[in-house]
């Protein structure tokens, strides 16, 4: 992503995005970029009122669609679409109960 990209996805970040926690809004301040590449952005949100944060990917329109061709042929999972509030919820009660042990996570148990 060149700037004008990023400064359009802060844009759209700031315009479309809330506090998952106490739905409050962001300003550019609130508003971090981690990493990018020539399509996407890594960004963190953080909200003033409550202190949570949040990471959001952003992929650029253009090579969206090559994207999600590519991802349909690896992948099962859900390739576009608002994710539901069941599924912050189910990740939310995850990371309330996960002890930070990847391995466990990852390892073959069959």
């Known amino acids: ?8 996805a802060m844009k759209h970040l700031k315009k479309t995005c809330k ?5 409050g809004k962001f300003e550019y301040e609130d508003i971090n970029v981690i990493a990018t590449t020539n399509s996407e952005g890594l960004f963190e949100t953080r909200c003033k ?15 969206m669609e090559i ?10 999972y859900r390739i576009h679409g608002r994710i539901s509030e069941n599924e912050v919820l189910d990740m939310k009660n995850f990371l309330n109960k996960f002890d930070g042990d990847f ?8």
Request: hydrophobic letters at 25%; charged letters at 30%.
């Open 49 to 63: 009122a409550c202190g949570s944060s949040t990471i959001v990917t952003v992929l650029l329109e253009p090579n």
């Open 67 to 76: 994207k999600k061709e590519k991802l349909k042929e690896t992948t099962p």
């Open 19 to 23: 506090c998952l926690n106490c739905e």
């Open 1 to 8: 992503m060149n700037y004008p990209e990023i400064k359009n």
């Open 103 to 110: 391995k466990k996570i990852f390892t073959n148990t069959k």
